[in-house]
C-alpha cells in the first residue's frame, strides 16, 4: 500500500532554515505529482507546493514563492521541501501528497489520493 513518510521538521528560529523530507513507497513513485500541504494550529489545510513527476514543472503558494523550493528524486522515491528565511507564520503541520496522476492541471489543483502523518514545524526566537 502507499506509504508516504515525512521528516526533517523542527524547531527554527525566524530566518533560519529547514529540510523536509517525504520518503514515499508502495507505488511507482516516478510516475505521480506530489505535493505539499500544510495546516497551522487552528486552522485549514493550506496548499504549499506541487512538483510534476519529472521535477520539471513547480508550482508554490503566494506565502511562500521565493523562499521554499520543492524538488525530488526519482531514484529515491522522495521528494523534498527546502524551507529558507522562515516566518512564525510559517509554524504548521506539513504533509507531503501524493497527486492521482502526473501532472498537476495548474497551481494548487492537485488531486491528492495519499497523505502522509505530517510534520512539526515551529518558527520561533
Known amino acids: 500500500q502507499v506509504q508516504l513518510v515525512e521528516s526533517g521538521g523542527g524547531l527554527a528560529q525566524p530566518g533560519g532554515s529547514l529540510r523536509l523530507s517525504c520518503a514515499a513507497s508502495g507505488f511507482t513513485f516516478s510516475n505521480y505529482a506530489m505535493s505539499w500541504v500544510r495546516q497551522a494550529p487552528g486552522k485549514g489545510l493550506e496548499w504549499v507546493s506541487d512538483i510534476n513527476s519529472s521535477g520539471g514543472r513547480t508550482y508554490y503558494s503566494d506565502s511562500v514563492k521565493g523562499r521554499f523550493t520543492i524538488s525530488r528524486d526519482n531514484a529515491k522515491n522522495t521528494v523534498y521541501l527546502q524551507m529558507n528565511n522562515l516566518k512564525p507564520e510559517d509554524t504548521a503541520m506539513y504533509y507531503c501528497?501524493?497527486?492521482?496522476?502526473?501532472?498537476?492541471?495548474?497551481?494548487?489543483?492537485?488531486?491528492?489520493?495519499?497523505w502522509g502523518q505530517g510534520t512539526q514545524v515551529t518558527v520561533s526566537s
Open positions: 501528497a501524493k497527486d492521482r496522476g502526473p501532472v498537476v492541471a495548474g497551481p494548487g489543483l492537485a488531486e491528492y489520493d495519499s
